[in-house]
């Protein structure tokens, strides 16, 4: 059975964010997981957020691509646990910032062996937003609403460029 999840992760590895070409879907977490059930095989999705607008075109994109390598399965997209910016590769947030996106930073966890749990706690102070065009923390938000809810609009006080930062959740 492993031979076939295998082949539905590798088919759908190349499947990118509509609204961020530059970042897969894996790498943003939003494709959790594929699984064996009693009722066949499922493709769980999760949302960035529960309102998210591009997540019709992304269950649409992993029902197209499975059809097209012949797969059958189904698409379920799954709210619980919340996801989590935590959930962003690494690499994931390094494309972000080349496509001139500043990435989020760290909220649930410290990292290894650690639990990603969305917390709810009173908003502390932010870490400075580093401008993804030059680098500066000298940053201002002009914006909790950048080009998609789940960014905010930032302005770089020094390179005066403005930019989209993908607020952590």
């Known amino acids: 059975m492993s031979s076939v999840v295998d082949k539905i992760w590798a088919t759908l590895e190349p499947l990118t964010d509509p609204e961020i070409p530059v970042v897969t879907l894996r790498e943003l977490g939003i494709l959790r997981d594929v699984r ?3 009722a066949g095989i499922e493709v769980v999705i999760t ?3 529960s309102g998210c607008p591009a997540m019709g075109q992304i269950e649409d994109d992993v029902r197209a691509s499975l059809e097209q390598a012949g797969i059958e399965a189904r698409v379920i997209t799954q709210l619980a646990p919340a996801w989590t910016t935590d959930w962003m590769s690494d690499e994931a947030k390094e494309k972000l910032r080349a496509y001139g996106i500043a990435p989020p930073h760290r ?9 990603s749990v969305l917390k709810f706690v009173r908003r502390q102070p932010t870490e400075a937003v580093a401008c993804p065009q030059c680098g500066s923390t000298h940053t201002v938000v002009t914006s909790e609403f950048g080009s998609t809810a ?3 609009l930032y302005k770089c006080l020094d390179c005066q460029e403005p930019f989209d930062y993908f607020k952590p959740y």
């Open 36 to 38: 064996q059930t009693p």
């Open 47 to 49: 949302p960035t957020y």
């Open 107 to 115: 909220t649930c966890g410290s990292g290894a062996g650690e639990v």
């Open 150 to 152: 789940c960014k905010a």
